[in-house]
T-cell receptor
Framework: SQQGEEDPQALSIQEGENATMNCSYK?????LQWYRQNSGRGLVHLIL?????REKHSGRLRVTLDTSKKSSSLLITASRAADTASYFCATDPRGANSKLTFGKGITLSVRP | GAVVSQHPSWVICKSGTSVKIECRSL??????MFWYRQFPKQSLMLMATSNEGSKATYEQGVEKDKFLINHASLTLSTLTVTSAHPEDSSFYIC?????????????FGPGTRLLVL
């Protein structure tokens, strides 16, 4: 069953704008991960945030985690047309070889 | 980096035939590999967890006799779709975890698109 629930399901923005995507989950986690998938391709790992972390940065990406609300957000700053893809959050209940549960995904379109 | 490959990248077959998909970790040893399937515009659904040298663990609702998984070495896992039918048409993706050095990240293959006619 899917645990993560992203919103919005689809997001269309202009190049240069920021994109914010949210993910909610239901059970306890060891970490939460965000992935990107270009159309018809495999997944690319973007960033991992552990349950004891609240915020993490990687380049133009900023991820927050609120375990009390069981939610996470992914912010992409200064978006580019190349950021157009589907984005998934995935929860890891135990860490290290445990199963990931993916959300339904968000389709991001960045208009040039 | 950690690279995972899949072969073939796409396959078209007739109903009733069997199809084998390979998943390889190219530059690291993967004691655990995962197999997912993804329908168009949907999320990834975990099918099974494959551990080297032992039987795969299947998710509820996944027929183990239909989807045969073999993890013969630390760098190779195979998924065989037996007696494929049109409803098995999907995008199959594998992933692998790397323990040396320890990383929690799963590295995903590029996927295999299966079309059963």
């Amino acid at each position: 069953s899917q645990q993560g629930e992203e919103d919005p399901q689809a997001l269309s923005i202009q190049e240069g704008e920021n994109a914010t995507m949210n993910c909610s989950y239901k059970t306890s986690i060891n970490n939460l991960q965000w992935y990107r998938q270009n159309s018809g391709r495999g997944l690319v790992h973007l960033i991992l945030i552990r349950s004891n972390e609240r915020e993490k940065h990687s380049g133009r990406l900023r991820v927050t985690l609120d375990t009390s609300k069981k939610s996470s957000s992914l912010l992409i700053t200064a978006s580019r047309a190349a950021d157009t893809a589907s984005y998934f959050c995935a929860t890891d209940p135990r860490g290290a070889n445990s199963k990931l549960t993916f959300g339904k995904g968000i389709t991001l379109s960045v208009r040039p | 980096g950690a690279v995972v490959s899949q072969h073939p990248s796409w396959v078209i077959c007739k109903s009733g035939t069997s199809v084998k998909i390979e998943c390889r970790s190219l530059d690291f040893q993967a004691t655990t590999m995962f197999w997912y399937r993804q329908f168009p515009k949907q999320s990834l659904m975990l099918m099974a967890t494959s551990n080297e040298g032992s039987k795969a663990t299947y998710e509820q609702g996944v027929e183990k006799d239909k989807f045969l998984i073999n993890h013969a070495s630390l760098t190779l896992s195979t998924l065989t779709v037996t007696s494929a039918h049109p409803e098995d048409s999907s995008f199959y993706i594998c992933s692998a975890t790397r323990l040396v050095p320890y990383q929690e990240t799963q590295y995903f293959g590029p996927g295999t698109r299966l079309l059963v006619l």
